[in-house]
């Protein structure tokens, strides 16, 4: 009989892992989320069952804890890892740091160890473009260097993908890709599931969303007189199912490969966008004005960071797809519905 190979994805209930668990599972894979929902809603798998058709596999377990984990590497037959479960908020990792290093450390530590007692030979980590801090010049290819981290989150990052190249140089038997994701925005287009941040969001799109409803006063961009062409900061803003798409590509190529190995592979667009160029966007595929001001600038800001994706595209054969509009129209569509369904349901 046939064992049926699953692929783990731990923090498969959050943002950018259930909409992984989409495009896996379109793409013919059964993945297992491995989520304690500390920073996520069980309802989004409702929507992910919708988009997919199937019946999604859930453990609420903390990925942290070895003896929990270790019994679900018994019960199921992981050929592949996705490991997403993390904390990101920058802000918060400089007032908790030991939460952070804590949790996105040995959250890895524990899969790792679990992936050489149980032999998984493919491993891919969540990074970020927040390892290069701020670059001297944009694009930045994987080679560009890697800046002391000034906030933990960054920190946690770059010790991770250190952890990761130690132990393939060790010898382990595992194949590891790196993606350094620059900036995820948007949501699944059907509305379903998209990105829910807890408390205040410190990102701009659901920040810009919010306000948009009236559930927060008015958006502050911090910063004109930056350097870029509208003086307000630029970064590459990718889609989430096209960095959802990127995860699929990446581990079809682990799988492919033959020998222990550690890559590294940025997923953006390739393009900057402003601040300033996102909100003119929400005005246009929103049809309305936002309410927003000028602020000093935030100290921490990068001023301007986007990808080079030669090597996604070589590597990987993956690209970006959607567009700038997409993205912020399927933000603000999510946003809505979310916001409709939560009320009705409450
Ligand atoms: N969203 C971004 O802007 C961004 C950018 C670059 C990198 N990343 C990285 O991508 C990954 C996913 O980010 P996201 O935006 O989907 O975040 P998210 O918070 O929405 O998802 C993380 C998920 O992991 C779960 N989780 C965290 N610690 C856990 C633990 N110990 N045990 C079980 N579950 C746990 C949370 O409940 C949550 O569902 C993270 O590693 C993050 O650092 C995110």
């Excluded at 290819?141 to 990052?157: F, L, R, V």
């Amino acid at each position: 009989m046939n064992q049926i190979e699953y692929i783990l994805i731990t923090g498969g209930a959050g943002y950018i892992g259930s909409h992984t668990v989409v495009e896996l599972i379109q793409h013919g894979k059964t993945p297992v989320i491995v989520d304690d929902f500390r920073n996520a809603d069980p309802k989004i798998l409702r929507g992910v069952e919708e988009i997919s058709g199937n019946q999604v596999i859930c453990e609420r377990v903390d990925v942290c804890d070895e003896t929990a984990m270790r019994v679900l590497f018994e019960r199921y037959h992981f050929t592949g890892i996705i490991h997403f479960a993390a904390y990101k908020a920058v802000g918060e990792s400089v007032d908790e740091p030991l939460k952070y290093y804590s949790n996105n450390l040995n959250s890895l530590l524990v899969c790792l160890a679990l992936t050489e007692e149980f032999k998984v030979e493919n491993f891919l980590f969540s990074s970020s473009c927040t390892v290069y801090g701020q670059p001297e010049k944009s694009p930045v290819t994987e080679e560009s260097p890697i800046i002391e981290a000034k906030a933990p989150y960054g920190a946690t990052k770059q010790m991770c993908e250190r952890i990761l190249s130690d132990f393939v140089k060790s010898g382990a038997n595992i194949k590891v890709l790196n993606l350094r994701y620059f900036n995820p925005i948007g949501a699944h287009p059907s509305g379903k599931i998209g990105e829910l941040p807890s408390g205040k969001p410190n990102n701009l799109l659901p920040y810009l969303t919010q306000s948009a409803l009236g559930i927060l006063e008015e958006l502050t961009v911090y910063g004109n007189d930056y350097n870029t062409l509208d003086g307000t900061c630029l970064r590459d803003f990718i889609h989430v199912c096209d960095l959802a798409n990127a995860h699929v590509k990446g581990l079809d190529w682990l799988e492919n490969q033959q020998e222990a190995l550690n890559e590294i592979v940025n997923v953006g667009t390739g393009n900057g966008s402003s601040v300033l160029e996102i909100i003119h966007t929400f005005e246009k595929v929103a049809n309305r004005s936002l309410k927003w001001k000028f602020g000093p600038r935030r100290s921490g800001d990068v001023e301007q960071i986007f990808a080079d994706v030669t090597k996604a595209k070589k590597l990987l054969k993956w690209s970006a797809q959607k567009t700038l509009e997409d993205a912020v129209r399927d933000a603000w569509n999510w946003e809505q519905k979310w916001r409709n369904e939560t009320i009705d349901t409450n």
